[in-house]
T-cell receptor, first 107, second 116 residues
């Protein structure tokens, strides 16, 4: 069983749609990270959060510590948002990663 | 450049050859991680260092793999007698602990290995 589960694995959306990616985890964490990886590209950290909600532009991340669940929302999606989004949880010493959600936004 | 730097970005080698990757972390970060990522998968943990001490190694790290961080700064990951199954992206990340205990993680761009 993976410590971090993401859904959906693949997601195709029309430009402008509201997108939600979910992450559930089974370990105690100090923080949860949402990461973005473009094809052939490196990994960029979008958010690190340990409670509540954070917003950067069109991206919103929420976390519910009691339910061990986080969501990443993208409002007014754009083709340049097409990437793999990875949820990672930090336990203090170690990080566990989901397998990622591959998002394709069609113009 | 104040990010995590990895070299080379891409390495093509023949099966049986040795390869070495280098990672230069963010200077203030005392923790350094190596991960391996194959297509369609999330990063898989290989090993991590706190300063120069290698604190944990994954079972994925066979005896052909060795990692060092001799002075607590840059790190190298060496793969001996490469096999085609070693073809992957090797990611380095560094981190520091905030006063609240959160581990802030920054990734390098990765070193892609292709074993022919």
């Amino acid at each position: 069983k993976n410590e971090v589960e993401q859904s959906p694995q693949n997601l195709t959306a029309q430009e402008g749609e509201f997108i939600t990616i979910n992450c559930s985890y089974s370990v105690g964490i100090s923080a949860l990270h949402w990461l973005q990886q473009h094809p052939g590209g490196g990994i960029v950290s979008l958010f690190m959060l340990s409670s509540g909600k954070k917003k950067h532009g069109r991206l919103i991340a929420t976390i519910n510590i009691q339910e061990k669940h986080s969501s990443l929302h993208i409002t007014a999606s754009h083709p340049r948002d097409s990437a793999v989004y990875i949820c990672a949880v930090g336990t203090g010493n170690q990080f566990y990663f989901g397998t990622g959600t591959s998002l394709t936004v069609i113009p | 450049d104040t990010g995590v730097s990895q070299n080379p970005r891409h390495k093509i080698t023949k099966r049986g050859q040795n390869v070495t990757f280098r990672c230069d972390p963010i200077s203030e970060h005392n923790r350094l991680y190596w991960y391996r990522q194959t297509l369609g998968q999330g990063p898989e943990f290989l090993t991590y260092f706190q300063n120069e001490a290698q604190l944990e190694k994954s079972r994925l790290l066979s005896d052909r793999f060795s990692a060092e961080r001799p002075k607590g700064s840059f790190s190298t990951l060496e793969i001996q007698r490469t096999e085609q199954g070693d073809s992957a992206m090797y990611l380095c990340a560094s981190s520091f602990l905030t006063v609240s205990g959160a581990n802030v993680l920054t990734f390098g761009a990765g070193s892609r290995l292709t074993v022919l």
